[in-house]
């Protein structure tokens, strides 16, 4: 895993991306170099339009999925991904290069060349998800601890990499309780750091069930990092690898104490920035969508066409959010609160659409003008809900630090919740984002968004 703007990306998923745009501007590169036409003046350009379109190939790769592990994905599926990506990045590839002036594409043969460097980036996104060998260059991985804490470790990392190297587990002095398959232990006649070296290890996760008693090598694992080797408790763990701040083993100290949490002017300011800019255009792209969806909901069912209601906001102040309305106009009658669940009875036959499209959020772009809401943060709830979470689940309240978003990184990393215990898993990535949110991290949340939408992952 990579650090940037304290965001954690995996180190392969960095090169597919620089080899899918090296690729491109290479190639229309050399096609303008091999017509003769390299002049001070015509390379900048053929220059330009080749990042133009390797930027538009990185946005469909990554709202395709190609750029997230494929282990549990068919290749019927990854073909079938491929086919959408082309039907999308063939007629861009041609209407940037069609701007081209007509002595740098003589005879459309930078056209040419690059609609087979966009086919040829798919093709090598489909070798390199199921062919190639995801596991080449990772890090290997030794777990300190050989207990319920450790083998939830290795099913994390299985989890979000399942060619995750885990050389073994090393017991603790003191554990008792072994949780793990006795085939995956190493030995302890050796200290931790002579073990580490032996076996190549990259990275140790100290994964202790107790860690008193000295049962925490210390000064062998500062050994190890003088060594060059990366040590990291189990909260850094879940939070590198995972990209959540996990509420079982996190604590005041580690949330007080390390980085992250970082708000400031300047910071509010540049978020303030990109929301107005972003929600005006996406307002002005989506308003005939939004006008057929309006006539839709009208014309369906009585009732409002948009729903208000009141959530809390930033610093827990209640706001209005607004919203196209999915369910019938007499959802709650009784007057009661209730969870909006999968499968909802209330929903309307527009709703169902609109709600798994996420058309239905489309409304809160004003709330974000108006500066409510933010376009990424975590997704505002209602005051009734907010009471009942704050005191089931810890921390709950952090997560309103910062304004509320139209989308998040809870709701791309995790599928639709209806229950405190989906609410208590989506805060883990809420604190994440809290944690470590940047105009990068934004940026990232809004590409997911989209393929969010495409695939209809988490769909209510």
């Known amino acids: 895993m990579v650090r940037i703007f304290n965001h954690y990306l995996r180190r392969r998923t960095i090169m597919q991306i620089g080899f899918d745009v090296g690729l491109i501007v290479a190639v229309l590169l050399l096609v303008a170099v091999g017509q003769g036409v390299a002049t001070l003046q015509a390379l900048p350009v053929a220059a330009s339009h080749g990042l133009s379109l390797a930027g538009f190939i990185f946005l469909i790769n990554s709202a395709t999925g190609f750029y997230q592990p494929a282990a549990k994905r068919s290749l019927t599926e990854t073909c079938a991904r491929a086919l959408v990506a082309l039907l999308l990045a063939l007629p861009i590839a041609y209407a940037l290069t069609a701007l081209l002036p007509n002595s740098l594409d003589q005879g459309g043969a930078v056209t040419a060349a690059a609609m087979l460097a966009v086919s040829a980036v798919v093709l090598h996104r489909v070798y390199a998800s199921h062919v190639a060998n995801p596991s080449h260059g990772r890090s290997k991985i030794l777990v300190l601890g050989a207990g319920a804490t450790a083998q939830g470790v290795a099913a994390s990392l299985r989890a979000a990499d399942p060619h995750a190297q885990i050389v073994g587990f090393y017991a603790g002095s003191n554990e008792t309780e072994i949780a793990v398959p006795q085939e995956q232990l190493v030995s302890a006649e050796q200290g931790i750091s002579d073990t580490a070296l032996r076996l190549g290890v990259d990275e140790i996760v100290v994964a202790l069930t107790d860690r008193r008693g000295g049962n925490m090598p210390m000064r062998e694992l500062l050994d190890c990092k003088v060594y060059g080797i990366r040590v990291l408790d189990v909260a850094t763990h879940f939070e590198k690898n995972l990209?959540?701040?996990?509420?079982?083993?996190?604590?005041?100290?580690?949330?007080?104490?390390?980085?992250?949490?970082?708000?400031?002017?300047?910071?509010?300011?540049?978020?303030?920035?990109?929301?107005?800019?972003?929600?005006?255009?996406?307002?002005?792209?989506?308003?005939?969508?939004?006008?057929?969806?309006?006539?839709?909901?009208?014309?369906?069912?009585?009732?409002?066409?948009?729903?208000?209601?009141?959530?809390v906001g930033l610093n827990g102040a209640p706001f209005f959010v607004t919203k196209f309305r999915s369910m019938r106009a007499d959802a709650e009658r009784d007057g009661k609160p209730r969870w909006a669940t999968k499968n909802d009875d209330r929903v309307t036959r527009v709703g169902k659409f609109i709600r798994r499209t996420r058309i239905d959020e489309l409304p809160q772009l004003f709330n974000v003008?108006?500066?409510s809401m933010s376009l990424v943060g975590p997704r505002?709830?209602?005051?009734?809900?907010?009471?009942?979470?704050?005191?089931?689940?810890?921390?709950?309240?952090?997560r309103h630090s910062v304004k509320p978003g139209v989308t998040g990184w809870a709701q791309v990393r995790y599928e639709y919740g209806s229950t405190v215990e989906d609410a208590a898993a989506k805060l883990q990535y809420d604190l994440y984002y809290v944690k470590n949110h940047s105009l990068f991290l934004d940026l990232h949340v809004l590409i997911e968004t989209v393929a969010v939408v495409l695939t209809g992952r988490g769909a209510r």
């Not at 505002?380 to 952090?398: C, D, N, S, W």
């Open 243 to 311: 990209q959540q701040i996990s509420l079982a083993h996190v604590n005041p100290g580690w949330l007080i104490f390390g980085d992250g949490f970082n708000q400031g002017a300047f910071r509010s300011a540049i978020k303030r920035v990109f929301d107005v800019v972003f929600s005006g255009l996406l307002l002005l792209l989506t308003a005939p969508l939004m006008v057929l969806a309006a006539l839709a909901v009208k014309l369906e069912s009585r009732g409002p066409v948009f729903y208000r209601q009141e959530r």
């Open 369 to 371: 003008l108006g500066g």
């Open 380 to 398: 505002p709830e209602r005051q009734y809900f907010v009471e009942e979470l704050i005191e089931k689940i810890p921390y709950f309240a952090v």
